[in-house]
């Protein structure tokens, strides 16, 4: 009897990873990350601890390093709340997409929902089909703890110092560069790749300080045409 092909051995008999080894490529990005924003946070007036607190509560990424100026500037607490709500948008249909596999208990789905971030969401999604859901949450406080470690670090450092910390914003392009990486290597298309390229080079010669937006539009209506199309052909008989 011939051996099984190793495309078919099921996902249980596959070896395991365990949650904390697969948040180190975000470790790698969010210690650093996080050390500047806590530093930063303390040099525009923020006690250390509030720059804790706010990684452990608002734990908003991009958000929380537009939240220095805005603080620094006497923005009303409202205004924030309001800014933060429009960058993290996205976030809602992160959390639609993992509505089948979300954890039963009510107080572990809330937190997984409030912890899913880019890279959470990009290490969860490439996670086996058959994966117990409190992994995922495990997934998300982990990274969480990588944040906040950062954070103190920055506003301990922060508190003690005086100079300014450069240099260190490559982190979080080197991360997305390892997530993006395995993405692709855990799907059996690389279309969503070329296609985000795709949509970010006729995004930016037109629109440059919105390139970003208009590259997100669209890649979800190539998204949807592509998936009409695969659906299409399912559906028709073939030729013969």
């Not at 709500?85 to 107080?107: C, D, E, T, W």
């Not at 996670?127 to 703890?145: H, T």
């Amino acid at each position: 009897m011939p051996a099984p092909s190793p495309n078919l051995v099921p996902q249980s008999q596959k070896p395991t990873v365990s949650a904390l080894a697969l948040t180190l490529p975000v470790a790698m990005g969010y210690i650093p990350l996080g050390t500047v924003f806590g530093f930063l946070f303390v040099q525009a007036g923020g006690a250390w601890w509030l720059a804790v607190a706010a990684s452990i509560f608002v734990y908003a990424g991009a958000a929380q390093y537009m939240m220095i100026p805005m603080l620094a500037a006497g923005m009303s607490v409202g205004s924030i709340a309001l800014a933060t709500a429009i960058v993290n948008m996205r976030h809602v249909f992160y959390g639609l997409s993992l509505l089948n596999k979300m954890p039963q208990n009510p107080f572990l789905k809330w937190y997984l929902i409030f912890g899913l971030t880019d890279e959470t969401y990009s290490l969860v999604t490439t996670m086996p089909q058959d994966c117990e859901p409190k992994k995922m949450v495990w997934v998300a406080l982990i990274n969480q703890g990588w944040w906040v470690l950062g954070t103190l670090m920055g506003a301990l450092i922060g508190v003690q110092a005086s100079s300014q910390l450069v240099g260190l914003d490559f982190a979080l392009v080197a991360l997305f560069c390892v997530l993006a990486v395995e993405q692709w290597r855990s799907r059996k298309s690389s279309a969503p790749l070329w296609v985000a390229l795709a949509s970010y080079a006729m995004a930016y010669p037109l629109l440059p300080s919105h390139a970003m937006v208009v590259a997100i539009g669209l890649s979800v209506a190539a998204a949807v045409f592509l998936q009409r199309k695969t659906q299409h052909k399912k559906e028709s008989p073939h030729d013969r």
